[in-house]
C-alpha cells in the first residue's frame, strides 16, 4: 500500500479508471506537486473533519465516566487525554510528508506514513489495528445511533402516557433504518467530496452537546446542589471489584471520546498548501482539541454535577432527563444526524484501503474499475462503480448485523477506545516522529516520548481490562436478536 505514488487519487476511488497525465507541470493551476488535483482544504474544513470524528457518542458516556472517577481524576484523566492527544497528532502530523516538509513526498494514509518511516511488519500491525479500529466504530455508531432513535420514540410516550407506560421497544428497526441511510450514503466516492457532510455533522454535534450542557445546568439549579464525590461512585452502589473495573472502563470511555488519530493523515491529504500541511493541521489540531475538551468538560461535569451516582451511560438517552421532551427530541434528532456523517468520516479510509488494493490487484478487470454514468435527477450525471456499491453494501449490512448482536453502549465505547488509543493515538506517532527526526536513543527527549508512551501503554490495558469485563456482563443478559428497551 505505502509504495504506491501513482497519480490517481486514493482517496476518491471514482478516479481509479481514468487516466491523469503523470507529469502535470508542478504547482500548476490545477494540480498539485505529486500530479493530483489541487486541494482545497483549509484550517476550517479539516476542524470540520476533526469535530465530526471526536465529538461524536463518546460525549454522552463523559458524565457516567466522570462518575466512576471523581472530581479529582475525572478533570485531570480528560485535561491528560487532550494533552496527549493534541501532542501526538502534531508528531503524527509531522510525518505527512516524508524528508523535506515542503517538498518531501507526501503519504496518503496512515498506513503509507508507517511504511516511510517505520516499515516491516509494523505496517501490517498498523494496518489491522488501524482497520479493526475502523470497523468497531461503525458498529459503536450504529448502536449509538440506534438508541438515540428509541429515546425519541420514548420520551413521546413516557410524555403521552404521563410517566405510566414503561414504553418498551425493540432496537433492531432503528439499527436497519441507520443501516439503509449508510448504505445510500457510503455510496459517495471519498473523503474529498464529505466537506458538506462533515460540516453538517460538526453543527449536529455543537447542537445536541449544548443541549446536554443545558439540560445538565438546569438540574443542578433544580437541585441546589452539586451531586457527586471526590473519589467517584461510592461503595454500596457498587461493590468494590466494580468500582475498580468501571474506573478502568471509564478511562476507555474518555480515550474513545479523543480518538480520531487514526484518520488524521487522510485528513491532512485534503488540505491546500501554501502554508505547509503541518502547520495547518497543527492549527486545526489545537483549535479542534481546545473546542472538544471545553465542551466535554462541560457537558461530562455538568452531568455529574446533575445526578452524582445515578449519572446514566448515555446523558441524553439514559432518561436522568424527561423534560422538556421536545428539547430531548432535538437533541437525540442531532445526535443521529451526526452519527450519519461520523460513521461516513470513519469509513471512507477503511473503504479507500479496500477499492485501491482491489483495483491494484485486478487492473484490467471492468467490475473493479470501469464506473458507470447515471443521471439522477436534481443531481446530474453520477458516477456509479459495481465493485464499490457490492462491497460498500456488503460492509453496512455486517456492522449492522453485529450491532444487533452487540447492542451495549458503554462498553463497546470503552473497549473501542481501549483498543485504538495507544497503538494509533501514541505508540505509531511517537516512533514515526522518533525516526523521521533521527533522535538519538537514551537521550533526554528519547526517553521523554518512551516515558509516554510506556505510560499510555499500562492505561490502554488497564481500560481494555475493565472494558471487556463490563462485556461480559452484558453478554450474560442479552439474547441476541431479542433485546428491546
Aim: hydrophobic share 45%; proline share 5%; aromatic share 12%.
Amino acid at each position: 500500500m505505502g509504495e504506491n505514488t501513482s497519480a490517481k487519487n486514493q482517496l476518491s476511488p471514482q478516479v481509479f479508471s481514468v487516466s491523469i497525465d503523470a507529469n502535470p507541470p508542478s504547482g500548476s493551476k490545477w494540480f498539485d506537486d505529486d500530479g493530483r488535483p489541487k486541494r482545497t482544504g483549509n484550517v476550517w474544513t479539516a476542524s470540520a473533519h476533526i469535530i465530526t470524528a471526536v465529538i461524536g457518542s463518546g460525549v454522552l458516556s463523559l458524565a457516567w465516566a466522570i462518575g466512576q472517577l471523581g472530581w479529582i481524576a475525572g478533570p485531570a484523566v480528560m485535561l491528560l487525554f487532550s494533552f496527549v492527544t493534541y501532542y501526538t497528532s502534531v508528531l503524527l502530523s509531522a510525518c505527512y510528508r516524508s524528508g523535506d516538509p515542503v517538498n518531501g513526498k507526501r503519504n496518503y494514509t496512515y498506513m503509507n506514513a508507517v511504511q516511510a518511516n517505520l516499515g516491516g511488519a509494523k505496517v501490517k500491525i498498523c494496518g489491522f489495528v488501524q482497520y479493526v479500529n475502523l470497523f468497531g466504530v461503525a458498529i459503536g455508531y450504529t448502536i449509538a445511533s440506534s438508541i438515540s432513535m428509541m429515546a425519541i420514540k420514548r420520551s413521546n410516550c413516557f410524555h403521552q402516557s404521563g410517566g405510566k407506560d414503561p414504553c418498551h421497544m425493540n432496537a433492531y428497526p432503528y439499527m436497519i433504518a441507520f443501516g439503509i441511510v449508510e448504505i445510500l450514503l457510503s455510496q459517495i466516492p471519498g473523503f474529498d467530496q464529505l466537506h458538506w457532510l462533515s460540516l453538517v455533522a460538526a453543527v449536529m454535534s455543537f447542537t445536541y452537546s449544548t443541549i446536554g450542557l443545558g439540560l445538565g445546568v438546569g438540574k443542578v439549579i433544580e437541585n441546589k446542589r452539586v451531586m457527586g464525590s471526590l473519589t467517584g461512585i461510592s461503595i454500596g452502589t457498587v461493590t468494590q471489584t466494580q468500582k475498580i473495573w468501571r474506573s478502568f472502563q471509564a478511562l476507555g470511555d474518555i480515550a474513545f471520546a479523543y480518538s480520531y488519530s487514526m484518520i488524521l493523515i487522510e485528513i491532512q491529504d485534503t488540505v491546500k498548501a501554501p502554508p505547509t500541511e503541518a502547520k495547518t493541521m497543527k492549527k486545526a489540531t489545537l483549535l479542534s482539541v481546545v473546542v472538544t475538551t471545553l465542551f466535554y468538560m462541560f457537558c461530562g461535569c455538568f452531568g455529574y454535577a446533575a445526578f452524582g451516582d445515578q449519572s446514566p451511560g448515555n446523558l441524553l438517552t439514559g432518561f436522568g432527563f424527561y423534560n422538556p421532551y421536545w428539547l430531548l427530541d432535538i437533541a437525540n434528532a442531532a445526535i443521529v444526524i451526526h452519527l450519519v456523517g461520523a460513521y461516513q468520516v470513519y469509513c471512507q479510509p477503511l473503504f479507500a484501503f479496500v477499492e485501491k488494493e482491489a483495483a491494484r490487484r485486478f487492473p484490467d478487470s471492468d467490475f473493479v474499475t470501469k464506473d458507470i454514468k447515471i443521471f439522477i435527477p436534481g443531481l446530474g450525471p453520477c458516477n456509479f462503480n459495481l465493485f464499490r456499491m457490492i462491497w460498500r453494501t456488503i460492509f453496512v449490512v455486517t456492522t449492522t448485523v453485529i450491532s444487533m448482536l452487540l447492542p451495549f453502549f458503554n462498553d463497546v465505547v470503552g473497549l473501542l477506545g481501549a483498543l485504538g488509543f495507544w497503538p494509533l493515538t501514541v505508540y505509531f506517532p511517537v516512533e514515526m516522529y522518533i525516526s523521521q527526526k533521527k533522535i538519538p536513543k537514551w537521550s533526554t527527549r528519547w526517553l521523554c516520548l518512551q516515558i509516554l508512551s510506556v505510560a499510555c501503554l499500562i492505561i490502554t490495558i488497564a481500560a481494555a481490562a475493565g472494558s471487556i469485563a463490563g462485556v461480559i456482563d452484558d453478554v450474560k443478559t442479552i439474547k441476541p436478536f431479542q433485546t428491546s428497551y
